[in-house]
């Protein structure tokens, strides 16, 4: 079965000094090893790398060359899958922004959710399941909680 992967759960592992480390890493590890399919999008991997080097958010940010190896190995594991968002879920993006008036902040996880329901993904593991419960047709895990 696959499930849709936010950048956050990956922030949370990547990074120990994260409340909730060792669980999410724990749920991570536990997914990637069962027969289970991680799914992401390059706006993830991007969003990952992007934050865990950034010195203004974290005392030990990892460095460029750590953060690609990070993206490398979820890349390179044969139970995850990268997915394109296509013009299908960029259209259904659209629709869910305007159903939902939801503003800019809103941008990137309803591209996100909208991609996974174009690709009949129905799980998503995230810590913020607050921002996808309005999306129907997802399924919602917070290793949290």
Partial sequence: MKVGTDTN?????????????????????DLLRAEEVLVLTPAILH?????????????QPLPMV?????AGYYLNRSNVELLVTDEAAT???????????????R????LFAATLLT???????TLNPRDFRLFTGLELIDPLA
């Fill in 9 to 29: 759960v990956l922030i949370t592992a990547a990074l120990p000094a994260l409340r909730g480390h060792v669980r999410v890493k724990r749920v991570l590890s």
């Fill in 47 to 59: 969003e990952l790398m992007h934050v865990i080097t950034d010195g203004r958010l974290f005392e």
């Fill in 66 to 70: 750590e953060a690609s190896a990070l």
């Fill in 91 to 105: 259209l259904l993006a659209l629709d869910l922004m305007e159903k939902h008036n939801l503003g800019r902040r």
């Fill in 107 to 110: 941008l990137a996880d309803t």
């Fill in 119 to 125: 690709h009949e993904v129905s799980r998503l593991v």
